[in-house]
């Protein structure tokens, strides 16, 4: 296997994460900034919250995602996030119903499973630690 093979799998999928979060909001079925979120929420035409894993946990503890599997995406940094918003940085975002927001949920499922793999103490995708067989 190459060396960084993981790193440049890792960085592939994140930018399809931006890229299909960027075609969503040009379709006009995401918007972000905790305002424009917490109204789609309150109005229900997001199903699906998306909040920057590097975010503030005060912050982001102030939004619950929508009832529903697969309604939070947080295996994004707020530098990705912004990305597909054409901003510096971005902590929250809400996707409304459709076919873009699918393949987000998708994609991202990835990310996130890829991430958590590579995360220091983990090993094949679970928390290595103690034993918890009886002897």
């Known amino acids: 296997m ?3 093979l993981a790193d440049l799998v890792e960085d592939i999928l994140a930018r399809r994460v931006v890229d299909l979060v960027s075609m969503a909001r040009k379709a006009g079925g995401a918007v972000c900034g905790y305002e424009k979120v917490k109204d789609w929420l309150v109005k229900g035409e997001a199903v699906v ?3 920057a894993s590097d975010g503030s946990e005060r912050g982001k503890s102030k939004l619950h995602p929508p009832e529903g599997e697969d309604s939070l995406i947080a295996c994004m ?3 990705e996030l912004g990305l597909s918003f054409g901003r510096e940085r971005a902590i929250h975002a809400a996707l409304a ?3 873009l927001t699918v393949r987000v ?3 991202a499922a990835r990310l996130a499973g890829l991430r ?3 995360e ?3 090993v094949g995708g679970r928390t290595a630690g103690k034993d918890t ?3």
């Open 120 to 122: 220091p103490g983990r």
């Open 2 to 4: 190459p060396a960084g």
């Open 97 to 99: 119903a459709g076919g």
């Open 49 to 51: 919250l998306v909040q």
């Open 133 to 135: 067989k009886d002897a």
């Open 116 to 118: 958590r793999a590579q």
């Open 77 to 79: 940094t707020a530098r």
């Open 105 to 107: 949920v998708e994609e």
